[in-house]
């Protein structure tokens, strides 16, 4: 789930000033760091962040974090036996139920469900 390398030829260069923000956010499944954080990272206000992000990706940096973690869960549900619990903190998430309700709504089940 990267964007970097969909765009990388063609948009990376327009939008290199967040370039660190895009590999942070690809690379870094726990993502401790909030947008803010990133956006200091780039030198760059947050708003501008958001812009550039929004611009680059077709989504906001949240929507992006979740759908990457989204992502991610799915492919421990289907490779590891892990628990729903185990999956959840790995992804950063701080309640597990919170990440139930998320999961079931980006995918239409429940972790344990789509496991299944």
Same mark, same amino acid.
């Given at each position: 789930?990267?964007?970097s390398?969909?765009?990388? +030829? &063609?948009?990376?260069?327009?939008? &290199?000033?967040?370039?660190? %923000?895009?590999?942070?956010?690809? $690379?870094?499944?726990? $993502? =401790?760091?909030s947008?803010?954080e990133?956006?200091? *990272?780039?030198?760059?206000?947050?708003?501008?962040?958001? /812009?550039?992000? /929004? /611009?680059?990706? %077709? *989504?906001?940096?949240? $929507?992006? #974090?979740?759908?990457? @973690?989204?992502? /991610?869960a799915?492919?421990?549900?289907? +490779?590891?036996?892990? &628990?729903?619990?185990?999956? &959840?903190?790995?992804l %950063?998430? =701080?309640?597990v139920?919170?990440?139930? +309700?998320?999961? @079931?709504?980006?995918? %239409? *089940?429940t972790?344990? @469900?789509? #496991?299944t």
């Open positions: 789930f990267k964007l390398d969909y765009y990388h +030829k &063609s948009h990376l260069y327009k939008y &290199s000033i967040i370039e660190r %923000g895009i590999e942070y956010l690809e $690379q870094n499944e726990e $993502q =401790t760091l947008i803010s990133i956006a200091d *990272m780039c030198n760059v206000s947050e708003v501008y962040f958001r /812009k550039l992000f /929004k /611009k680059y990706s %077709g *989504m906001l940096p949240s $929507q992006y #974090r979740t759908e990457a @973690k989204i992502y /991610k799915k492919d421990y549900l289907a +490779k590891e036996e892990l &628990s729903v619990a185990d999956i &959840s903190d790995r %950063g998430f =701080t309640e139920s919170y990440f139930i +309700k998320v999961f @079931k709504n980006s995918v %239409g *089940m972790p344990t @469900k789509y #496991r």
